[in-house]
């Protein structure tokens, strides 16, 4: 069983940084993939980015330049650093973990995972 609990949400100008972090119990955390979905009101839970065990990531097209995710095993927590943020990614952010490997290609479903976080909202201003 993981637990898995975010924090480090808030209200930022658009422009402005905001880092999330996500911690896990269980001693399995180090050869986990961990992600990171987000969703807004009235829209479908999306992708945001994974990293694997290994340290490789991925991240959605709508992030990719402005949010990075990295993970220390030692302190069994992933990160989320967002940069330049926009109002468009105001959402509740959710930490997530599969239960078994996964190729990369299905990182981007949130059906492939099994643990989820309880959120941390994001609210960016314009």
């Known amino acids: 069983q993981v637990q898995l609990a975010e924090s480090g949400g808030g209200l930022v100008q658009a422009g402005g940084s905001l880092r999330l972090s996500c911690a896990a119990s269980?001693?399995?955390?180090?050869?986990?993939?961990m992600a990171w979905f987000r969703q807004a009101p009235g829209k479908e839970r999306e992708f945001v980015a994974a990293?694997?065990?290994?340290?490789?990531?991925q991240s959605a097209d709508s992030v990719r330049g402005r949010f990075t995710i990295s993970r220390d095993n030692a302190k069994n927590t992933v990160y989320l650093q967002m940069n330049s943020l926009k109002p468009e990614d105001t959402a509740v952010y959710y930490c997530?973990?599969?239960?078994?490997?996964?190729?990369?290609?299905?990182?981007?479903?949130?059906?492939?995972?099994?643990?989820w976080g309880q959120g941390t909202q994001v609210t960016v201003s314009s």
């Open positions: 990293i694997s065990w290994s340290g490789s990531t």
């Open positions: 997530a973990a599969p239960s078994a490997l996964y190729p990369s290609s299905k990182l981007y479903s949130a059906n492939v995972y099994d643990y």
């Open positions: 269980g001693r399995t955390f180090s050869s986990r993939t």
